[in-house]
């Protein structure tokens, strides 16, 4: 994980760049939405609502070769026209006024298409009257379009974290387990940071998390030691819980494990240090127990 956090959209697994959170574009959503809310001539804002719509992602327009009135021609009739936004591999766009209709854009939007070079044909194609928002996802076999207010564009992020660099990978029914983990994780991730607590700690914190969890069903240890130690070896409100991952994780810094396996061993099998020589890999249920803790230590 680290940089890669692992964040679930619907079937999808998400991995996030080094670029904006999920957090940071929701907010730009709502203040994109909040912005536009009153607009309605095309000619006269349309640019500029598609400027800042990337910007919501991250992406500045014209570092990706995202161009305005790109030269096109129509399927049906043959005739030469203009794609109101075209960033190539990426994204068409054609934006209408207030209140016109979405169906006809949307078809002139995909009658551009087999203009385009194979090396500029978009994933998405995106419609807007400004108070409204059309999208398909052409990488989507069924290719449904989908239709929202501009309101309610922070709810739909997810369809567009492609445009900020995230990048997917589609599970099937099988991996329904690993999806629901995923998801449970991803959120795990925007409430800590909602609390002021985010960027590269934040990653890192889950990435120890993981690899606890991870341990607890894969054999690295007693099976859910972890689990029982947050469950059954701490207060039910929480109070001590760090303080007892602490004492199990005293050597995460500087991986001073082998003097720190006495100390834990001492306290928790409670009898003496001295009595196994440090590294014997003595047989012991107990010490194998808290060597174990101790590798974690420095794992972490």
């Known amino acids: 994980m680290g940089s890669h956090i692992g964040l679930v959209a619907s079937s999808m697994l998400l991995a996030m760049p080094q670029g904006r959170s999920r957090n940071d574009i929701r907010d730009a959503a709502r203040r994109f939405a909040l912005e536009w809310s009153d607009d309605f001539y095309e000619r006269g804002e349309a640019q500029s609502f598609w400027t800042e719509f990337l910007a919501v992602f991250g992406v ?7 161009a305005f009135e790109r030269h096109a021609r129509r399927t049906s009739t043959g005739r030469a026209g203009f794609i109101d936004l075209l960033w190539p591999r990426m994204l068409l766009a054609e934006h209408k006024s207030r209140g016109e209709n979405l169906d006809s854009a949307l078809g002139q939007a995909l009658d551009y298409i087999e203009s385009l070079a194979d090396a500029e044909l978009p994933k998405f194609v995106v419609v807007s009257d400004f108070a409204r928002i059309r999208v398909v996802d052409l990488d989507d076999a069924d290719r449904v379009a989908d239709e929202f207010p501009l309101s309610e564009l922070p709810n739909h992020i997810d369809q567009f974290l492609s445009l900020a660099g995230y990048t997917s990978r ?28 985010s960027g590269h700690p934040l990653r890192v914190f889950l990435v120890r998390l993981l690899f606890l969890l991870f341990g607890d069903d894969s054999g690295l240890w007693e099976r859910n ?10 207060a039910e409100d929480g109070s001590d819980r760090d303080d007892a991952v602490r004492r199990r994780s005293r ?32 047989s012991s249920g107990c010490n194998r127990l808290i060597w174990r803790r101790s590798i974690l230590s420095c794992s972490m």
Do not use: M
Request: aromatic share 8%.
């Open 251 to 282: 050597a995460s810094r500087g991986c001073t494990c082998f003097a720190d396996w006495h100390a834990i061993r001492d306290q928790e099998c409670n009898r003496p240090a001295s009595v196994v020589r440090r590294g014997s890999g003595s």
């Open 60 to 66: 500045n327009r014209r570092r990706v070769n995202a």
């Open 225 to 234: 030691l972890f689990a029982d130690l947050v469950d059954n070896r701490t």
């Open 170 to 197: 589609r599970f099937s029914a099988e991996d329904a387990v690993n999806i629901k983990a995923a998801e449970l994780l991803g959120k795990v991730y925007d409430e800590i940071a909602e609390t002021g607590y």
